[in-house]
């Protein structure tokens, strides 16, 4: 009886991880930017915008998932790995930047957001989802050697992050009337998102040395 080969098996798993996060981001974006603008919420807006960078990365490492699947040569499959290490890197730190600034208005002009239900709601869901497919993303990536694949992962997990910094945030302002804790849970967000922007440029100027 024929064993399936391993590494075509765990192609096949981290095309689905990929492609179910990237379907799953598309409707936390849209949630998430209408919800966050609704409430006035920079939290919430940075976790849709996240979304959106998660989309992007997506799009580029199912690239490469699907290239190897069909199979690509080493040398195409390392040039996607390299662009999308980089891609990861830069929009991780574009987006604390966005958090930054945002939360720094919205703390000096004491700019309080609404009650969002429908925040809190999504954020819970992320928090349950983003850590299982940032699980499956890591066993894939070891057993595919796929640093594009584990880089994406790491965005993953940066949403669920962010989900549980929007948890605190969100509920924070609804049962405590803290007005300020919208923004101060943003802020939390921010060295995990530059730390690994960082690292994943640098893993990509490395393997580029």
């Known amino acids: ?19 179910g996060t990237l379907a799953y981001n598309v409707v936390e974006l849209v949630v998430a930017l209408a919800a966050g603008l609704a409430a006035h919420s920079v939290a919430l807006v940075g976790f849709g915008l996240d979304s959106g960078i998660e989309c992007a ?46 939360s720094t208005l919205v703390l000096h002009r004491r700019d309080a957001p609404d009650e969002s239900l429908v925040g809190i709601a999504l954020a819970i869901l992320s928090l349950v989802l983003m850590p299982l497919l940032a699980w499956g993303k890591f066993r ?14 790491k965005e993953t997990l940066a949403c669920a992050w962010l989900s549980l910094a929007l948890v605190l945030g969100l509920v924070a302002n609804a049962v405590a009337g ?7 849970a943003a802020l939390a967000m921010v060295p995990f998102l530059v730390l690994e922007g960082i690292e994943a440029v640098r893993h990509e100027d490395d393997d580029e040395g």
């Open 140 to 153: 894939a990536a070891r057993a595919l050697g796929s640093s594009a694949l584990a880089a994406e992962a």
């Open 1 to 19: 009886m024929n064993h399936p080969d391993p590494r075509s098996r765990w192609s096949r798993i981290a095309l689905a991880l990929v492609a």
């Open 57 to 102: 990365a997506s799009v580029v490492v199912l690239q490469r998932v699907l290239l190897e699947a069909r199979g690509a040569d080493v040398e195409r499959v390392e040039a996607v790995e390299r662009r999308v290490e980089r891609f990861v890197g830069i929009t991780l730190v574009v987006l604390a930047a966005y958090v930054v600034i945002q």
């Open 178 to 184: 803290w007005w300020w804790a919208d923004p101060v």
